[in-house]
């Protein structure tokens, strides 16, 4: 079985006529690199295809679907201070949503082992009733939802963005069936994902969140996912890991202040790839450094492939990475044995 990919020239007309830190040039140079490094001739093509209403109202509200519609054929409109839409990008929202659907519905299915969607606009700061952060349709949510509606009993979301997935986290706050495991930097925008953030009622702990502060790197990543994300992670027995794959952790981005090489994302990829019999999805978030965000695909797409990631041994993880790791811990203990 091959790797799926998920890639749309619509994707690159989703532009701010100024300067705007989320621009088409991002997925230009991934799919530059990935075509560099001979990446991109051994994936299967997966097309990207409008999302319908039912398939984006399982997480939206119609009426801000009718909204994003709305925007189409007006050449500049803002939503916020942050996220805009020009003419073509309620288009380009609903192939990222139809194709993450399709390239996850192939792997849940068997037709393709693993898959790697390289979307605009992003979407796990999308809730349920508006955008935000640069965010139209949450489309990893709203995958998620679709793979439910597959048959699938349990799926595991990883956000590894440098930024907190307000709304994924909100679309599956009391939904025991999804576990939603975010790192982020903290404090920092939205200004949720605090430790003790673990679910409504009905699913304690199936959401974890590890802030950080400013400047983890990959020892603290890597100590994180093998601490806390991992024991969780086979306890929850996931059918399917579906990762928010935002670069912006990512040494030298531009908005975040995190320390991640390119070598820690494709280890992370790695350990993923343990789990659900493989059967791991990546959608593109953040990531605002060209060069970075073009080798940390790169590195977590050899890995989908069957490649193997170079496991140097890392230095432990600093005080304050630890800290937070041990305060998740003490958290999220009453939920999980493996802990």
Not at 31 to 54: F, I, W, Y
Request: glycine share 10%.
């Amino acid at each position: 079985m091959a790797t799926g990919l998920v890639f749309d020239e619509r994707f690159l007309l989703h532009s701010a006529p100024y300067d705007h830190p989320e621009h088409p040039g991002r997925l230009t140079a991934i799919q530059t690199g990935l075509e560099r490094e001979g990446l991109v001739k051994l994936c299967r093509r997966v097309p990207a295809r409008l999302a319908t209403d039912s398939e984006l109202t399982a997480v939206h509200t119609a009426e801000h679907v009718r909204a994003i519609d709305a925007t189409a054929g007006r050449d500049f409109f803002e939503l916020d201070p942050d996220t805009y839409t020009s003419r073509d990008s309620a288009t380009a929202a609903r192939l990222a949503a139809g194709g993450l659907i399709d390239l996850v519905l192939a792997v849940v299915r068997g037709t393709l082992e693993n898959g790697f969607a390289l979307l605009r606009p992003p979407g796990h700061h999308a809730e349920a009733d508006h955008a935000m952060g640069f965010c139209l349709f949450n489309n990893v949510a709203v995958a998620a939802r679709a793979a439910r509606a597959d048959g699938l009993s349990r799926v595991l979301i990883v956000d590894w963005d440098v930024h907190h997935g307000n709304g994924t986290q909100n679309t599956f706050w009391d939904d025991p069936a999804v576990l939603y495991f975010s790192t982020h930097e903290w404090p920092f925008y939205p200004g949720t994902g605090a430790a003790q953030e673990t679910g409504g009622s009905a699913a304690r702990g199936r959401t974890v969140n590890l802030p950080w502060p400013a400047g983890m790197g990959d020892s603290e990543y890597l100590a994180c996912f093998d601490e806390i994300l991992l024991p969780i992670a086979r306890e929850f027995d996931p059918e399917l890991v579906l990762v928010s794959c935002g670069f912006d952790a990512a040494l030298g981005d531009l908005l975040g202040q995190m320390r991640v090489t390119a070598e820690g994302f494709a280890r992370m990829t790695k350990r993923l790839c343990g789990l659900a019999h493989g059967r791991v999805v990546l959608a593109l978030e953040g990531g605002y450094n060209l060069r970075a965000i073009a080798r940390s695909a790169a590195a977590c797409m050899s890995v989908l492939q069957g490649e193997e990631p170079i496991e140097e041994p890392l230095a432990e993880p600093n005080l304050d990475g630890q800290r937070a790791i041990d305060q998740v811990r003490q958290i999220q203990k009453p939920y999980w044995k493996n802990l």
